[in-house]
């Protein structure tokens, strides 16, 4: 089936930092790929949508500057958390889509924590 | 926005059964999804219905009805294993809704 590779899978930075996270398809072409951030005991919350070769599209109250996302090719999309703070300190989540009318797969995750 | 809800917890003995609802108010729709998610880890695909009625997947089976906004996954000969959170998603457009999760709590 369907893998999506997620790095890494948690980091710890320092406040000021940026931290950059990956999301990679292993064994289809996404072309599309969302990023979640869900915080202790809350649902998923989705913060962006990517898609190959064009601009994120962010969610409402999502500073786009502040988390910067790349889809250079059809199996990559990063995010960076730029300037990171405590806040920040999150579980983010990718997920890939090869069709939209289909189904999506998650990657495992990145647990940030900003000291 | 999106509203979508679910009971935050649930507890039941191992072997038994248990449904978890999910009732949702969206501005459309094109499916639902139910995933399972252990602690830490990411969710995994578990049902997905589109059209009203029953879909069934060894233990786990999974209800639709649109015009009541309204699913439920039941969750048969429950295992310890099944200890997790169960998120019930709407997709509006291409875009996943996820509720806040269930989780269940399986006792021997």
């Known amino acids: 089936g369907a893998v999506v590779s997620q790095h890494p899978s948690r980091v710890i930075c320092k406040s000021g930092t940026s931290v950059k996270i990956e999301c990679r398809s292993l064994d289809f072409q996404a072309t599309t790929m969302f990023w979640y951030r869900q915080f202790p005991k809350q649902s998923l919350m989705l913060m962006a949508t990517s898609n190959e070769g064009s601009k994120a599209t962010y969610e409402q109250g999502v500073e786009k500057d502040k988390f910067l996302i790349n889809h250079a090719s059809l199996t990559l999309s990063t995010l960076t958390v730029t300037s990171a703070h405590p806040e920040d300190s999150s579980f983010y989540i990718c997920s890939a889509s090869e069709d939209r009318d289909y189904g999506y797969t998650f990657g495992s995750g990145t647990r940030l924590t900003v000291v | 926005g999106q509203n979508i809800d679910q009971p935050t917890e649930m507890t039941a003995t191992e072997g038994a059964i248990v449904q978890i609802n999910c009732t949702y108010q969206t501005s459309g729709f094109n499916g639902l999804f139910w995933y399972q998610q252990h602690a830490g880890e990411a969710p995994t695909f578990l049902s997905y219905n589109v059209l009203d009625g029953l879909e069934e997947k060894g233990r786990f089976s999974s209800f639709l009805s649109r015009s009541k906004g309204y699913s439920y996954l039941l969750l048969k000969e429950l295992q310890m294993k099944d200890s997790a959170s169960y998120l019930c998603?709407?997709?509006?457009?291409?875009?996943?809704?996820f509720g806040a999760g269930t989780t269940v709590t399986v006792r021997a």
């Open positions: 998603a709407v997709r509006v457009d291409y875009k996943l809704s």
